[in-house]
T-cell receptor
Framework: EAQVTQNPRYLITVTGKKLTVTCSQN?????MSWYRQDPGLGLRQIYY???????DKGDVPEGYKVSRKEKRNFPLILESPSPNQTSLYFC???????????FGPGTRLTVT | GQQLNQSPQSMFIQEGEDVSMNCTSS?????WLWYKQDPGEGPVLLIA?????ELTSNGRLTAQFGITRKDSFLNISASIPSDVGIYFC??????????????FGQGTTLQVKP
């Protein structure tokens, strides 16, 4: 089954404790992206990747890092999480040029 | 930056009724996408539109890419309880094909009364 998977689905952590949210897709898509979803603000792009070893900032990249060492994986790294990063995070992927994006199930992160 | 205005924000309808929602922009887009998000899940792509004036159906769903390229609408006919969820429009502006950047509307929350 073609899908985008994310882990963990739920995470509660404390300020400053580094964490990684994994994203993997099995559709051989070149393009991958991370979004956060907040009430009243909709979906906002954090980072995206056009291909292996090619990443770039989206609209809200501050406090986040990403890497794209393999085509199928695109982890999101929070080196020092803060409470304002409490949010619902989605990974997405698509073929190039980026057309329809397919979303993962989401990761709900709470930073206390 | 570019923004999409999606309306209505929420709808509460009777099962069997038709539903219509739309998105408008102050600038043109060259792609319109419609997604549905169920509680606790990620958005699922419903319909993709690539040409001005394009009208596309997916079962009971129909969406159109506005002639002016600044709007799109989604219709759901004969609604059923499983249509409940949040519907998002998303647009891609000219020149953003390389970044894949999508601009999302705020969403329309649909509730269906059996």
């Amino acid at each position: 089954e073609a899908q985008v998977t994310q882990n963990p689905r739920y995470l509660i952590t404390v300020t400053g404790k580094k964490l990684t949210v994994t994203c993997s897709q099995n559709m051989n898509h070149e393009y991958m992206s991370w979004y956060r979803q907040d009430p009243g603000l909709g979906l906002r792009q954090i980072y995206y990747s056009m291909n292996v070893e090619v990443t770039d900032k989206g609209d809200v990249p501050e406090g986040y890092k990403v890497s794209r060492k393999e085509k199928r994986n695109f982890p999101l790294i929070l080196e020092s999480p803060s409470p304002n990063q409490t949010s619902l995070y989605f990974c997405a992927s698509s073929n190039r040029p980026p057309h329809e994006q397919y979303f993962g199930p989401g990761t709900r992160l709470t930073v206390t | 930056g570019q923004q999409l205005n999606q309306s209505p924000q929420s709808m509460f309808i009777q099962e069997g009724e038709d539903v219509s929602m739309n998105c408008t922009s102050s600038s043109i887009f060259n792609t319109w996408l419609w997604y549905k998000q169920d509680p606790g899940e990620g958005p699922v792509l419903l319909i993709a539109l690539y040409k001005a004036g394009e009208l596309t159906s997916n079962g009971r769903l129909t969406a159109q890419f506005g002639i002016t390229r600044k709007d799109s609408f989604l219709n759901i006919s004969a609604s059923i309880p499983s249509d409940v969820g949040i519907y998002f429009c998303a647009g891609r502006a000219p020149g953003s094909s390389n970044t894949g950047k999508l601009i999302f509307g705020q969403g329309t929350t649909l509730q269906v009364k059996p």
